[in-house]
């Protein structure tokens, strides 16, 4: 670490839990980031700001005006631009020194080969079709999966850790169903609740990552932003889920 990198981080660098060591795991970490929504908008910039090595973005879509109400990673200029591209765009002028690889056809194929190259997963997609796929292979690949939602005025966070034993996988949470589509489009969400959320989605990886505190395994916390108020429930591991049962 160079003095250009002591100065960019000294804020972070002078916490007790953080210092030099845990600055330089930062900068060897790999996290794949999966969404560049609105929750990957606000992740992949405090994940790139507060120093991880390398970003893998994961996103097919492409930006549009509907998009930039919460999406803030992107601007009017990005219309029509795939959002990985966007986002990329945006992490190297805040931090030229992060690594990005940008994906645009992240599949049932080639997932297990990304998720293994990462440390760590962040989930910040709008279906549960590919949050089930992300889920399956964190656990294949025995990776911790962030994963976060957010609707209306509410959201969610937990981290999953189901090739552990005693914790459970997002599927011990949350069982396919077919007519189950409900997402931002379809019943709306308000920008600042968006931003919350994906601020602490990026919190809990750094944490994850440094073992610090409250690390959410086998713990659901549920935020309504309408109230302000912040609850946790414990989420068992499902002894018949197909997924994490040993």
Known sequence: ?????????????????IDIEGQQILTNITILLVGLGGLGSISSIYLASSGIGHLIIADFDKVELSNLQRQIVHNT????????????????????????????????????????????VLDGTDNF????????????????????????????????????????????????????????????????????IGSLQALQAIKVILKLDEQLAGKLMLIDALD????KVKISKNKTCEICKK
Do not use: H
Not at 1 to 17: G, H
Not at 91 to 120: A, E, F, G, H, R
Not at 228 to 231: A, D, V
């Open 1 to 17: 670490m160079n003095n250009t990198d002591l100065l960019r981080y000294s804020r972070q660098i002078m916490l007790p839990q």
């Open 77 to 120: 200029n990005d219309i029509d631009k795939y959002k990985v591209d966007s986002a990329k765009d945006k992490i190297l002028k805040i931090n030229p020194n992060v690594k990005v690889t940008t994906i645009k056809d992240l599949n049932q194929k080639n997932i297990d080969y990304w998720i293994d190259k990462s440390d760590i």
């Open 129 to 196: 079709d590919t949050r089930f796929q992300i889920n399956t292979a964190c656990v294949k690949n025995k990776t911790p999966l962030v994963s976060a939602a957010v609707i209306r005025f509410e959201g969610q966070l937990s981290v999953f850790k189901g090739y552990k034993q005693d914790l459970p996988c997002y599927q011990c949470l949350y069982q396919p169903i077919n007519d189950r589509q409900e997402n931002c489009s379809t019943s709306g969400v308000m920008a600042p609740v968006v931003g919350m």
């Open 228 to 231: 302000l108020t912040f609850r």
